[in-house]
């Protein structure tokens, strides 16, 4: 069975902290792995993620993957209260369409 | 600008009374997806759309169905909502060419009296 799983599952810190968000899997077929952030609302895209050792930047945000060990985290640094939300890891699969399966979320809240 | 639209945003049903919730796209992507996703849980996977193939998940019950008329639009249909069927729903598309990525409609959260 495909699975993606988030640690830690909540997260509380201080405005002006750093944040690494985990997330691990293990799927047959695949394709990239992908970061969404979700505020009581639809997930927005954040990343997304194909190879191995390449960090992906945005911002306060960066990304990275290691194919070998199945597993990526996100970075958030000098954060905002703004960036309180539910961070969302998926992987994309290949079942006939590509499907994406998703982590649990981790719920990150920044306190001023 | 080219997205994904759902409607309503908020849809109040009773117990046992069909509704149908609905998405379109002005993307002309091939995938439509629908997910459910209940509260502080990740979404999950209902069933999509390769152009007109239904792909259903093994575990989706047989109270949740999906029309996909033309590329443009598709429709949730719930038979009988229980009330376990409360939850966000949500539309999303894709095509093989986005790797993976799929764009998200902002959701009809439905709730069941």
């Known amino acids: 069975e495909d699975k993606v799983v988030q640690s830690p599952l909540s997260l509380v810190v201080h405005e002006g902290d750093t944040v690494t968000l985990n997330c691990s899997y293990e799927v047959t077929n695949f394709r990239s792995l992908l970061w969404y952030k979700q505020e009581k609302k639809a997930p927005t895209f954040l990343f997304m993620l194909t190879s191995s050792g390449i960090e992906k930047k945005s911002g306060r945000l960066s990304s990275i993957l290691d194919k070998k060990e199945l597993f990526s985290i996100l970075n958030i640094t000098a954060t905002q209260t703004g960036d309180s939300a539910v961070y969302l890891c998926a992987v994309s699969i290949i079942q006939g369409a590509q499907k994406l399966v998703f982590g649990q979320g981790t719920r990150l809240t920044i306190n001023p | 600008d080219a997205m994904v639209i759902q409607n309503p945003r908020y849809q109040v049903t009773q117990f046992g009374k069909p509704v149908t919730l609905s998405c379109s796209q002005t993307?002309?992507?091939?995938?439509m997806y629908w997910y459910q996703q209940k509260s502080s849980q990740a979404p999950k996977l209902l069933f999509h759309y390769y152009d007109k193939d239904f792909n259903n998940e093994a575990d989706t019950p047989d109270n949740f169905q999906s029309r996909r008329p033309n590329t443009s639009f598709c429709f949730l249909d719930i038979r009988s909502p229980g009330l376990g069927d409360a939850a966000m729903y949500l539309c999303?598309?894709?095509?093989?060419?986005?790797?993976?990525?799929?764009?998200f409609g902002s959701g009809t959260q439905l709730s069941v009296l």
């Open positions: 999303a598309t894709s095509n093989p060419a986005n790797r993976g990525k799929l764009f």
């Open positions: 993307l002309n992507h091939n995938v």
